[in-house]
Structure formats: structure tokens, C-alpha cells
């Protein structure tokens, strides 16, 4: 039995618009079908792939919004998992 989370090197190794993972306060969100659906257009969401967003998340939506998000476009966006070395405030 070994950590069950999502290292940093394999969040970043999902970089491109054909394998997309980002990270929102500690969770692992693989976005590939959500790219082109984006509200705030593709460039806004690509600029993060493979990287933590949640920086820039946090500035832009609610709290509940990934949980939200996650329920309501299911079909567009999976939750992978939390990521090991995460740190939320």
C-alpha cells in the first residue's frame, strides 16, 4: 500500500490540449474535453495544463466552483484524484 495521490512530475507530464491535467486546491482535473467549452476561452484554461491553477483559480471563481463544475459537466471534466504534495490553505 503505497500513497494513493497524483505526484507533481505526473500532473505535468498532461501539458498538451490532447492530454490535459491541471490542479484547483489539491485536485487532480483532467480538462482535455473541457478545453474547447471553456467559458473563458481556450487560451485562459491551456496556459495551466500540467500545472497548479489554483492560484489563478481562486482569483476568478467561487469557492464551490470546482465541486460544481465537476457535477454539472461530468461529461467534460474528471476529477483524477488529489495530488500528493499538495498544500491547501
Known amino acids: 500500500d503505497g500513497p494513493t495521490g497524483i ?3 505526473e500532473v505535468k507530464k498532461h501539458n498538451t490540449k490532447e492530454d490535459a491535467w491541471l490542479v484547483i486546491n489539491g485536485d ?6 473541457w478545453i474547447p467549452i471553456h ?8 496556459a495551466y495544463l500540467g500545472q497548479d491553477a489554483s492560484d ?5 471563481h467561487k469557492p464551490d466552483t470546482v465541486r460544481q463544475s465537476l457535477e454539472k459537466h461530468a461529461d467534460c ?12 490553505c
Do not use: C, F, H, Y
Open 7 to 9: 505526484s507533481m512530475d
Open 77 to 88: 471534466l474528471q476529477l483524477m484524484g488529489r495530488v500528493l504534495d499538495a498544500t491547501v
Open 56 to 60: 489563478e483559480w481562486n482569483m476568478i
Open 28 to 33: 487532480v482535473i483532467d480538462v482535455t474535453k
Open 39 to 46: 467559458p473563458g476561452g481556450e487560451q485562459a484554461i491551456t
